[in-house]
Nanobody
């Protein structure tokens, strides 16, 4: 599994950005992809996740109502669409893969075995 997050950049408050998470190895031994972020001086936190097989998504509080996670199985890519961005959304965003299945909600962060390099998102006017 070789994950790579991309699509970050500078965006104004209220703007939108779409991040991509691609598995360049095209190996699928995992069940889900999670999105996480880490702001300067803060702990890494979960944004949401998606079940690779059925597309079910779950969102943590930071992502509810503004963020949308989707997948394109043919491209081995998972997306994080972020809307109505706020200054506090500034962070490095990571995607990670897990083999853990949950009946509801995202697996805890420690259950994600494969992490990609992050992509910087800066929200600033």
């Amino acid at each position: 599994v070789q994950l790579q997050a991309s699509g970050g950049g500078l965006v104004q408050p209220g703007g939108s950005l779409r991040l991509s998470c691609t598995d360049s190895s095209f190996a699928l031994p995992y069940r889900g992809i999670g999105w996480f972020r880490q702001a300067p001086g803060k702990e890494r936190e979960g944004v949401g996740c998606i079940n690779i097989f059925d597309g079910t998504t779950y969102y943590e509080d930071v992502g509810k109502g503004r963020f949308i996670i989707s997948r394109d199985s043919a491209k081995n890519t998972v997306y994080l669409e972020m809307n109505s961005l706020k200054l506090e959304d500034t962070a490095v965003y990571f995607c990670a893969a897990t083999t853990v299945y949950t009946t509801y909600g995202c697996p805890p962060m420690y259950e994600y075995q494969h992490w990609g390099q992050g992509t910087q998102v800066t929200v600033s006017s």
